[in-house]
């Protein structure tokens, strides 16, 4: 069964302050991880897919990595407005209900100014 | 912007009602999406559509749930018999074949 673990489950930074948050993953084989941005009482937003060990994508002061275990999305000099819970999802590869996605519990950011 | 639209935002309703929602993908996506989503946790799978085709269902599906896309286009997803326990929020999401899946801004269902 796939699974997906972040942490850590909160996480206080003063604005301008750069950390990472944490994505470990056990998949019987990985299309892609992916990072969604979720603000209170909206969807997940899109940010990035990952497919391949060693991978990078970056946007903005968010860069994302990705590893055969884990990914990590580093937050550098980060702003109130970055304020959210992030969303780490997999999904596996022959997997027959059409690339669904498996969600870890989040990350919930808050920068104070 | 013509995103994912989910009717209504939120729903209260006492238990033993039945409910619907309905979800309007993005146009040109052909493959539409169910997930529940409780307090502090990451959205869990609930079904798949692929055009009007419902292809996969998970075991939180209880035979209470019934999920539609009667033309390929919108999808509707009804709960018989409201429970305590399906106060959640049901998010739909929708992608063009293999494509990230983008998602509305989900229901929010509450049972008195």
């Known amino acids: 069964e796939d699974q997906v673990t972040q942490s850590p489950e909160a996480l206080r930074l003063q604005e301008g302050e750069s950390s990472s948050l944490n994505c470990s993953y056990t998949?019987?084989?990985?299309?892609?991880l992916f990072w969604y941005r979720q603000d209170p009482g909206k969807g997940p937003e899109f940010l990035f897919t990952l497919y391949s060990a060693g991978e990078e994508k970056e946007k903005e002061r968010l860069k994302a990595t990705l590893t055969k275990k884990e990914s990590f999305l580093h937050i550098t000099a980060p702003k109130p407005e970055d304020s959210a819970t992030y969303l780490c999802a997999v999904q596996a590869l022959g997997n027959n209900a059409g690339n669904m996605l498996t969600f870890g519990g989040g990350t919930r950011l808050m920068v104070k100014p | 912007d013509t995103g994912v639209s989910q009717n209504p935002r939120h729903k209260i309703t006492k238990r033993g009602q039945n409910v619907t929602f309905r979800c309007d993908p993005i146009s040109e996506h052909n493959r539409l999406y169910w997930y529940r989503q409780t307090l502090g946790q990451g959205p869990e799978f609930l079904t798949y559509?692929?055009?009007?085709?419902?292809?996969?269902k998970s075991r939180l599906l209880s035979d209470r749930f019934s999920a539609e896309r009667p033309k390929g286009s919108f999808s509707t997803l009804e709960i018989q018999r409201t429970e305590q326990g399906d106060s959640a929020m049901y998010l739909c999401?929708?992608?063009?074949?293999?494509?990230?899946?983008?998602f509305g801004d989900g229901t929010r269902l509450s049972i008195l």
């Open positions: 998949v019987s084989g990985l299309r892609g």
């Open positions: 999401a929708s992608s063009l074949g293999v494509q990230p899946q983008h």
């Open positions: 559509f692929q055009n009007e085709a419902q292809l996969e």
